[in-house]
């Protein structure tokens, strides 16, 4: 069966992550960072082994907002990596990330992408049953798909020049419990500054887009395309990028298996991550490795809303851990925040909800990355 894409659902969610280089930055072959120690897989092998198909052929669904971090799925799809592994998988649009969360515990989905955000950990706390299994996207060094943006006006007269000058500052951003505000709270503290020195606004990208044309922002933390499209109309300067305020491997996307898929499909689950790990490494060779981008971006036109290619050329892309881990500290770095700023109510034991056993397998089959 061909994976059912409805494109036309994805629209503005899509646009507002949308995440593409305009050049392929070096970087570490496993962009983990200075926090996390990556997991071991065990008896890794060295070269790719073979498995049969599963017979008969099993279907799964995938659900998301229809982001650009899902590229890995949709080269999956593309290139018959779940096929191979006897899997035929369905993409299901949501509108927002956090509709996935009811969907893959009822099992109408199997596995989403999504953002381990305070929505999530406080569904976690709650016992929701779902695991974080696999990166579905990152900032790392040159590869940031958000950055602090200020009005260009602001810094051409000088009135901007420091961390010190957001004092006073009208600054938005889409949520405070999303990893946008952990970049901002970096940003606050490197100039001595707390929340209470700014004015914090809550707002879609497109809107803070408006309000740094018309003078009503003074700055925003802002997502691509956004981004790319505030600097060629004159409207801001791409200030700091995320990895500019951050010294580590930021977890921007997650990818998500819900309990009772690895309960009564646990092969399944296992060869879903072979074709994926397989996917992630083809976009982490074209565009990062800088080997094959040109294939990439044919594939963001077919598969999303963003046809402009002129766009896509421009706007900075985000990462992968090629050996498809998810970096744990990372996301504890995030959920204290979460927890300080109030956002998150209880804490989160992270080993109850990170689950790196699908990851295991697919290196036992697929060997540690090479470039």
């Known amino acids: 069966m061909r994976a ?24 570490p072959a496993t962009p ?23 017979r008969p052929p099993t279907h799964v669904k995938f659900g998301s907002p229809g982001v650009s971090t899902d590229i890995s799925v949709f080269i999956g799809m593309e290139r018959g990596y779940f096929q191979q592994e006897g899997i035929e998988t369905e993409f299901v649009p949501f509108s927002t990330g956090p509709e996935t969360l009811p969907a893959l515990v009822t099992n109408e989905i199997q596995i989403a992408g999504g953002s381990a955000n305070a929505a999530f950990y406080n569904a976690a706390a709650r016992g929701l049953e779902l695991k974080l299994v696999a990166d579905k996207g990152g900032c790392w060094t040159n590869t940031c798909y958000y950055a602090l943006v200020v009005r260009k006006d602001l810094i051409d007269s000088g009135q901007f020049r420091d961390f010190a000058d957001l004092r006073g500052r009208k600054i938005s951003l889409n949520s405070r419990g999303v990893n946008l505000m952990v970049n901002l709270v970096a940003a ?49 300067v791409r200030w700091k990028g995320g990895d500019d305020l951050l010294p580590y ?27 994926y790990v397989r996917a992630l490494r083809d976009y982490y060779d074209a565009v990062v490795q800088g080997r094959d981008r040109t294939s990439i971006l044919d594939l963001l036109v077919k598969y999303t809303s963003l046809k402009d290619r002129s766009v896509l050329e421009r706007v ?56």
């Open 4 to 27: 059912r894409m409805i494109v036309a659902l994805l629209g503005v969610a899509l646009l507002s992550v949308l995440l593409v280089a305009c050049s392929a930055p070096t970087m």
């Open 32 to 54: 983990q960072g200075t926090l996390v120690e990556q997991p071991t897989a065990p008896q890794a092998t060295s070269q790719a082994v073979a498995s049969p198909p599963l």
């Open 188 to 236: 606050l503290s490197k100039g001595g500054l707390t929340e209470q020195d700014v004015e914090l606004v809550e707002m879609g990208p497109t809107d803070a887009l408006i309000g740094l044309a018309n003078g009503a922002l003074d700055a925003a933390m802002l997502l691509e395309p956004q981004v790319a499209q505030g600097v060629s109309q004159g409207v801001l």
């Open 249 to 275: 491997y930021q977890q921007g996307g997650v990818l998500m298996y819900g309990s009772r898929f690895i309960a009564e499909h646990p092969e399944v689950a296992r060869r879903w991550m072979v074709g």
């Open 316 to 371: 900075v892309l985000h990462t992968y851990n090629p050996d498809g881990y998810v970096n744990v500290e990372a996301l504890q770095e995030d959920l204290n925040v979460f927890l300080q700023l109030g956002v998150v109510q209880q804490p989160v034991d992270l080993r109850t909800v990170v689950d790196h056993q699908f990851v295991d397998y697919a290196i036992q089959r697929l060997g540690r990355y090479a470039p």
